[in-house]
Nanobody, 121 residues
């Protein structure tokens, strides 16, 4: 079974920063799209940022461009999401996913358990 292990969520005040991590196996990590998605209560899950680990190509949702950065560490089979200038509207459960394409939520096959991010005003 594919495992995606997320960490790094928490509670911060608006304007603060958090870094999320997602570690997986080398088989899944290699040459694959890995993405971060979020779901707030009562809302649909949406794509935040994704990276193609084979080339390092990235894609971002408009709502986080300039504030969030997705990156990879090939030695650790880990993808990170650095979140800065956080806003209350960024509050959501954040999920790591692998095996999809870009920010197309429904295409992703493998999901982590989620990590909560709460931003207070």
């Amino acid at each position: 079974q594919v495992q995606l292990v997320e960490s790094g969520g928490g509670s911060v005040q608006a304007g603060g920063s958090l870094r999320l991590s997602c570690e997986t196996s080398g088989y899944i990590y290699s040459r694959n799209w890995m993405g971060w998605f979020r779901q707030a209560p009562g809302k649909e899950r949406e794509g935040v940022a994704a990276i193609y680990t084979g080339s390092g190509s990235t894609v971002y949702a408009d709502s986080v461009k300039g504030r969030f950065t997705i990156s990879q560490d090939n030695a650790k089979n880990t993808v990170y999401l650095q979140m800065t200038s956080l806003k209350p509207e960024d509050t959501a459960m954040y999920y790591c996913a692998a095996g999809g394409v870009g920010l197309a939520t429904r295409v992703y096959k493998n999901w982590g358990q989620g990590t909560q991010v709460t931003v207070s005003s």
